[in-house]
């Protein structure tokens, strides 16, 4: 399974930044069908998080 990670920062403070792992999506099946997803994902996620911006977006495997 492949999961999406967000790395965002605060917009208040841009050299602040972690990594996010959406909680609201379930995991991929492959990497194609998380890149074809990932951007608007992040825009859903930067949407309820207004104090934050994705700086970036990846695919990678679930971490168990």
Not at 24 to 49: L, Y
Request: glycine residues 2%; charged residues 25%; aromatic residues 10%.
């Amino acid at each position: 399974m492949i999961e999406l990670l967000f790395v965002v920062c605060l917009v208040s403070s841009p050299d602040r930044c972690t990594i996010e792992r959406p909680s609201f999506q379930e995991p991929f099946a492959n990497v194609m069908a998380c890149s074809r997803n990932g951007m608007f994902r992040a825009a859903e996620w930067a949407e309820q998080h207004p104090k934050y911006t994705v700086r970036r977006w990846k695919c990678e495997p679930r971490q168990v």
